[in-house]
């Protein structure tokens, strides 16, 4: 128990000199790409700010609670098409990163992936010549896309420094969903798909039954991922414990949108994370909560040593 306090003070003091550094600083580093293969010349030629509108939106808008390290992260629309005018259907893959702390400062940065979440159902208005101006009030069906997932990466990025310390921003994302608004397409009604609406995404996480989830999200990547340079015993037992946490949530609850999130976004990252771990039985315990990677577990699993 001491060593692991002594392991957490020592990140600690670490991200406390992290952020003091960081001075008005913005609150995410985003990359838009836009594919508009689908749309006929003329749509695709009104579509030509797209990119560069939403990274300044992203970028220089204020979204956090105070001052935050910069959430990298990319945003993918693929466009499926339009009325001709200003209304489009679209996809987006909304992908966000995680810094992993290193006591080498001059080391390269290692990230993890924190939220990656591909929304099939988007239906919004948009024109290049309407400012873009963040408005909390009014629902836009453009705009208030882009805030709600600014405010989900949030929630994610400060479920992992604190135990449930994303609830301000989930809120957010949740008051967003509950806006008067003419079409709810992806954001209350999923259209008899398997993925959930935004709504559900957000609900489930302010949900006291995934409390554990949360907890585990925490002892992932602060007591695990962040203390795998400082003490890897103790590291593994917090990843171990919180995938653990994963399979409990996973047995009583009929539907874990999130759980399934987190192992679409990190199965890779987990295959390799026990390759040196020392007892290959770990892969067994991740193929029993997450079949869905089976091969990616059993192929690492004869890898590992």
Not at 68 to 84: L, N
Not at 160 to 167: E, M, P
Not at 243 to 248: A, D, Q, S, V, Y
Not at 275 to 291: A, E, N
């Amino acid at each position: 128990m001491q060593n692991k306090m002594k392991v957490s003070f020592s990140i600690i003091i670490s991200l406390i000199i992290l952020f003091s550094n960081i001075v008005k600083a913005q609150d995410f580093n985003v990359e838009v790409l836009v594919n508009v293969d689908a749309l006929p010349v003329e749509a695709k030629d009104r579509l030509n700010e797209l990119k560069r509108q939403v990274e300044d939106y992203f970028n220089k808008n204020k979204f956090a609670n105070g001052e935050v390290y910069p959430i990298k992260a990319t945003i993918q629309f693929v466009f499926r098409g339009t009325d001709g005018f200003d209304q489009y259907d679209a996809q987006m893959i909304v992908a966000s990163q995680r810094q992993i702390y290193n006591k080498n400062k001059n080391a390269t940065p290692n990230y993890t992936k924190a939220f990656m979440y591909f929304d099939e159902r988007c239906a919004f208005t948009y024109n290049r010549s309407i400012p873009f101006i963040k408005n909390e009030v009014r629902f836009d069906s453009f705009l208030s896309l882009l805030d709600y997932y600014a405010y989900m990466m949030l929630g994610f990025d400060e479920d992992t420094y604190f135990v449930k310390g994303g609830n301000k921003y989930y809120q957010k994302a949740l008051d967003i969903c509950n806006k008067p608004m003419s079409d709810r397409k992806g954001w209350t009604e999923t259209g008899g798909g398997s993925k959930p609406s935004r709504l559900l995404l957000v609900q489930e996480l302010l949900n006291t039954r995934f409390d554990e989830y949360r907890t585990g999200l925490f002892e992932y990547y602060w007591m695990g991922l962040d203390s795998l340079a400082l003490n890897p015993n103790n590291a593994y037992s917090y990843i171990i414990t919180a995938l653990e946490k994963f399979g409990k949530v996973k047995k009583k609850e009929v539907k874990s949108y999130n759980i399934d999130l987190f192992f679409n976004a990190n199965y890779i990252e987990l295959s390799e994370l026990f390759l040196s771990y020392g007892d290959r039985s770990v892969y067994d315990m991740l193929i029993q909560i997450d079949p869905s990677h089976q091969a990616k577990y059993e192929e690492a699993k004869k890898n590992a040593r």
